[in-house]
């Protein structure tokens, strides 16, 4: 898997871990739930993502290098 596909795996789980939590055990963890999506927004306009930095040092490729 590529850093692309690494990310929306890692925020997708988040935003689904955080829902569950601020609906099941307090309603504070919606606040985490924004904290992902206000991520997401500022990357889209910065071209930049803390995770995207954290997965290239643990190796993660860039691309596949071939055709998806």
């Not at 963890?29 to 930049?48: E, H, K, M, P, R």
């Amino acid at each position: 898997m590529t850093v692309d596909r690494y990310l929306r795996l890692i925020a997708g789980f988040f935003v689904m871990l955080s829902v569950a939590l601020g609906y099941w055990v307090d309603p504070r963890w919606f606040l985490f739930t924004g904290f992902v999506g206000l991520n997401l927004f500022q990357s889209a306009f910065t071209n930049w993502c803390p995770m995207i930095t954290i997965l290239k040092k643990l190796g993660v490729p860039a691309t596949s290098g071939g055709c998806a």
